[in-house]
């Protein structure tokens, strides 16, 4: 606030030192605490001299921190106090809780806060929200002063979701984001029944293929199984990728290998990268009667447009596909796909 003149001394009611009477002397210094003090003026000040209040003006008068009185006080003189009232519009320090919220409401504009808690050269600015007995709280303080910070946080326009938390977009604005880490979808799908009958090397049959039901239940969205030729993902992201196929050896004849394959595509079908992942058991003729093979393909998928990656349906393949049964059951996994989504892009 500006003022027409002198600014007005800061202060309420400060009670001068002691003053000891110099025989023959009629100015003296004012100070409070060794510190020379100036009043407003001759009007705000309370003179008391051998018990008697002076009239401002006519008994005394000042001039910066000097009061002069009207004649020389001689020995036995006594100046029993001198208060200073400092500017009347001074309301000074208030009382504890005397000061009610509706005195709190801080305006802020385009150029400054509407509050500022400052350090005090040494201690960073900081702001304590205490517990209903304040008795303890938290604290939200700034970064230390050699970080130079200046930067401000918008928050978001509502508050959120359960388990998500903020995220800022590298310019100060605030949004409400799913927590990373946890996992959002699995899925896992399997073969229903036993098949035989291989025509090739990379023989495709999804006919018996459908989601595992066996104790399990989908988490998320889920895979989509699309016209038994390839699988569509929910949502964009990192999943883990896994083919397991368990084999049944039906005769002594050599079967030199079997193979589970996943074969993908980035650009929704048209091209396929084969064997992108794949899983080899080899040597796998029977001695005699039956032998249980396994084979495993795991793959990290990266789904950039869920229009545009797939993964190929059931692939499995051997080199003797007339020698080989791939095991299927509806009630356990022995051949099928496993889908997880690891993380967001």
């Not at 038994?228 to 050599?254: C, D, K, M, R």
């Not at 993908?264 to 080899?280: F, P």
Request: hydrophobic share 35%; charged share 10%.
């Amino acid at each position: 606030m500006s003022y027409i003149g002198k600014t007005p001394t800061i202060g309420n009611f400060q009670v001068c030192d002691a003053i000891s009477v110099v025989n023959g002397q009629a100015a003296y210094t004012m100070q409070v605490n060794s510190v020379n003090v100036v009043p407003e003026s001759a009007n705000h000040m309370l003179v008391s001299l051998n018990g008697i209040l002076q009239k401002p003006g006519g008994s005394f008068t000042v001039s910066g921190s000097t009061i002069t009185f009207a004649s020389n006080l001689a020995t036995g003189d006594v100046i029993d106090f001198i208060t200073l009232l400092g500017n009347v519009l001074d309301l000074g320090t208030p009382s504890d809780a005397t000061v009610t919220n509706a005195k709190t409401n801080f305006t802020s504009t385009s150029s400054a806060a509407g509050l500022q808690i400052k350090g005090d050269g040494t201690t960073d600015g900081t702001l304590q929200l205490n517990c209903s007995q304040n008795s303890h709280g938290i604290k939200l303080k700034s970064p230390a002063h050699s970080a130079g910070a200046s930067y401000t946080l918008t928050f978001p326009t509502t508050d959120g979701n359960a388990n998500e938390f903020l995220q800022t977009n590298g310019s100060g604005v605030m949004t409400w984001a799913e927590a990373g880490g946890g996992i959002t979808e699995i899925d896992m799908f399997n073969l229903t029944t036993a098949k035989h009958s291989f025509t090739s090397k990379s023989a495709t049959d999804t006919a018996y293929i459908s989601r595992f039901a066996s104790n399990f239940t989908k988490l998320g969205t889920g895979m989509t199984l699309v016209d038994e030729s390839h699988f569509a993902f929910p949502s964009t992201g990192y999943y883990s990728v896994q083919l397991t196929g368990n084999f049944t050896t039906t005769t002594t004849s050599e079967t030199r290998y079997l193979i589970a394959r996943i074969d993908l595509s980035v650009n929704g079908g048209s091209n396929w990268t084969d064997d992108y992942a794949t899983g080899y058991q080899n040597g796998t003729s029977a001695t005699s009667g039956n032998d249980n093979h396994g084979a495993i393909a795991r793959a990290i998928v990266r789904v950039s447009n869920t229009s545009n990656v797939y993964v190929r349906g059931f692939w499995l393949a051997a080199d003797n596909s007339s020698a080989i049964s791939v095991d299927g059951t509806s009630t356990t996994m022995l051949s099928g796909w496993t889908f997880i989504k690891l993380a967001d892009l």
